[in-house]
């Protein structure tokens, strides 16, 4: 699937903890740390508003890009158009924290 770039609609400090992300779940497919499409790792976005970057459900680790990447509020809804559903059980854990 061809997702289009979002670097030209965040700003730079969202767009490289996005490359720092997409980069972090590439490395966890490489050493083989994956579990399939039901792991997370998640990263929450500098600023008031509680808002976080989760894997998009569906896309395999060795998958997911910067732009793949969903904006998600502390309650797991989306926040981005994106052709990709969220797992909001999978980010349930994540937002406690």
Known sequence: ??????ESMVG??????????????RLVALHGWSD??????????????HQFLINPYGLLFEEI????????DQSGNKLQESPFP????????????
């Open 1 to 6: 699937m061809n997702i289009p770039s979002l």
């Open 12 to 25: 730079a400090e969202e767009w490289q903890l996005r490359c720092d992300l997409a980069a972090a779940y």
């Open 36 to 49: 399939l499409v039901f792991t997370h790792i998640s990263a929450r976005l500098p600023g008031p508003e």
């Open 65 to 72: 890009t910067a732009s793949s990447l969903i904006r998600v």
């Open 86 to 97: 969220v797992n909001p059980a999978g980010f349930t854990i994540h937002s406690a924290v």
